[in-house]
């Protein structure tokens, strides 16, 4: 999930205010060791517990991550360009078979949360190739150094908080991987919304989105959770091209997606 979606989340523990500490931001790597004893009270404060202040103190300044921040030059083609960029033909030829070869899952997810088929295969191939590459930067790390640079420091707290929060529970580790602004799993999920809408698809107890059916069905309580309308349509100016936004907001994405969606579905 793109790390432009533009809502914030709201405060994950009820009653605790980051104001009260507000800890400091730096556009360079220098005092992030430092800036790590002062996050670290705020999250406490939170309710984060030792599990998730042991990986904090563990991460690192994430230079690719700062890289992949600073140039998202993809957004800013047409349509064209992005698809033809993005590999969208050969997203909607590997969709189709990979609807074919999971059909009795897909229709399931259709039954229970009334997102099609398309559009879970869309995000799925855009994100990760279907699961080929969900990236090789640590987790903790990524969504940290984005909190401590001041580029977008509020938008990226919560969701560093949230990260914590996962290495409690057990979902992800202090050494856990996903893609380089922190996302997780095969749709790419930025850790607070994973805390939020993740959902256990297979029915083993846990929540993993590097688990396919895990992170489909994620994707689609995602959906259903913003708005989608079961039934309707999700080309432009129909009622569920606006959730689409909620997943990303850069509209050559919104477009790819409903576009390619719509070509799996046929």
């Known amino acids: 999930m793109s790390i432009w979606k533009p809502v914030l989340l709201a405060l994950l523990i009820s009653g605790a205010s980051s104001a009260a500490f507000a800890a400091s931001c730096s556009n360079s790597a220098g005092g992030y060791e430092a800036w790590k004893a002062e996050i670290a009270a705020e999250a406490a404060a939170q309710g984060v517990g030792a599990k998730g202040l042991a990986a904090l103190q563990a991460s690192s300044y994430s230079r690719e991550t700062i890289s992949a921040d600073r140039n998202q030059k993809s957004f800013k083609y047409t349509i064209d360009k992005f698809m033809q960029v993005r590999g969208a033909d050969t997203i909607v030829k590997q969709g189709r078979g990979q609807k074919a070869k999971n059909a009795a899952l897909y229709a399931a997810l259709e039954r229970q949360y009334g997102v ?18 969900m990236g090789g930067t640590n987790i903790v790390s990524a969504i940290s150094t984005l909190t401590y640079d001041c580029r977008r420091s509020d938008f ?26 922190g996302e997780w799993g095969h749709t790419q999920f930025l850790p607070g919304n994973a805390l939020k809408y993740g959902v256990d698809g297979d029915g083993n107890g846990r929540v993993d989105l590097n688990n396919r059916v ?29 959730v689409i936004k909620e997943w990303n907001a850069a509209s050559v994405y919104q477009e790819a997606i409903s ?8």
């Open 116 to 133: 099609p088929a398309g559009v879970l295969i869309a995000i799925h191939g855009m994100e990760t190739a279907f699961g080929g590459y």
């Open 156 to 181: 990226f707290r919560p969701h560093m908080m949230a990260a914590l929060m996962l290495v409690d529970r057990g979902s992800i580790t202090s050494q856990s991987v996903g893609a380089k602004h």
């Open 214 to 242: 895990d992170a489909l069905a994620s994707t689609a309580n995602y959906l259903r959770q913003k708005g989608w309308r079961p039934g309707q349509g999700y080309q432009k100016g129909q009622p569920n091209y606006a």
């Open 259 to 266: 576009i390619m969606g719509a070509r799996i579905d046929k």
